[in-house]
């Protein structure tokens, strides 16, 4: 009997403590959660910079001066003066076509056009003479009238007969072909012996291009929404894939004001304009025809003003405007109210998170120019601030104003524009 006693009084003891022990944690598990979640983030401090907005954009060289040589008569090339590669001057021999038959055409109309101007010359005697006849009255008024017509049909022949000639003329003179400007042959598209065909109608075989290799540009596509950004006169910086280590300087010098569009009517349509940018090419660098390069666009820049990196910048809606994260409806049922409204986005401010004492707050901004790591802002009670760079989902969703943070700063290597003014 007192056996049993004891072993019910140590069960009441083991399971008191079982119960002590799952309060404390009920305990520790309730105040936990009273505690404030507190985010690692990292800052950065609010600096005046140098920002230079730029466009970016991909293209090809290519002289700002060239001209496709195409035949404009049909035959076989039998002189080919110049090979690719040749520099040439302007009124230098470059291809001659068969001239034969164009040339038996000159002469047939040379000989119609003789003939034409004997008979304009005899109509011409006979209806001097009519006329001094029929002012004696020797001749009829018929007579005097067939003698005019006469005339006048001989010289609509002679006409006719002329023009034929300096057709033909015209005509055989395109059998030889003249560089039309100082340049290098960039291209040959024809051999010695190969037949061409030209048309007064249709454009006739290219031969050659010869191109001012002196002056090249580079023709990047710029965006539709980018290329408002960009004026004649702006500076670029070119890298070109021929020439990895070094970077060139360019001018924008045109700007099309008709839009290039690809996969029209598709989900991937796009649309670019042709900006031409002039390039100075130093000594002993040799840019050729279709070589690949990027550029960058110098469209603007603003000296000595706030810039915080560019994720920093976040929206959220002002502390006035802020409503709760959930609310009771007539019947106490909680219901969710973070889904944001039309009408709340457009009261959508941009801030940045600063922080102070180990929390943060909001500070409004208005974005300016920006480079490809930093964005100029403007506000009050910016200078020297520490604002949160990161990371990213913090800034984006999680912080709030009074959000307890934990700051751990690591090196950052930054690149761009901005890092070039912070070295000078």
Known sequence: MAKNGRKSKKKIIIFSAIGLVLVVLVLLVFLGSKKDT??????????????????????KIQPET?????????????????????????????????PDAYQAGMERAQAATAMAEANLRKAQADYTRAKELYGKKLVSDSELELSKTSYEGAKAS???????????????SKTTIYAPMDG????????????????????????????????????VDVGENDVVLVAVGDTAKIDVDSYP??????????????????????????????VRILL????????????????????ETHMNVFAVPIQSVTVRLPKEEKKPEAAQDAGGVKLDTKKTTKKEEDKLEEVVFVVADGKVKTIPVKRGLSD???????????????????????????????????VENKTVKRTGASAEAEKK
């Open 66 to 98: 060239k001209v496709k040589i195409n035949a404009e008569v049909s035959g076989e090339i039998i002189t080919l003066a110049v090979r690719e590669g040749q520099r040439v001057n302007r009124g230098q021999l470059l291809v001659r076509i068969k």
């Open 158 to 172: 002679f006409d006719q007969s002329s023009a034929s000639l300096k057709e033909s003329k015209e005509t055989f």
């Open 372 to 406: 490809d790591a930093y964005v100029e802002v403007k506000g009050e009670k910016l200078d020297s601030a520490e604002v949160v760079s990161g990371p990213f989902k913090a800034i984006n969703r999680d912080l709030e104003v009074g959000s307890a943070v934990k």
């Open 280 to 299: 100075k090419t130093p000594q002993g660098i040799s840019f050729r025809p279709g070589m690949s390069m990027a550029a960058d666009i110098e469209t």
């Open 245 to 274: 280590d070094r970077k060139f300087i360019g001018t924008v010098s045109q700007i099309a004001n008709t839009a290039k569009s690809r996969g029209l009517g598709t989900q991937d349509e796009v649309t670019n304009f042709e």
């Open 38 to 59: 507190v985010t690692t983030v990292q800052t950065e401090k609010i600096q005046k910079r140098t920002i230079t907005q730029i466009v970016s954009a991909t293209g």
């Open 184 to 219: 290098v042959v960039s291209q040959l598209n024809s051999e010695l012996g190969e037949r061409v065909s030209g048309s007064t109608f249709t454009q006739g075989t290219e031969i050659m291009t010869i191109a001012d290799l002196t002056r090249m540009e580079a023709r």
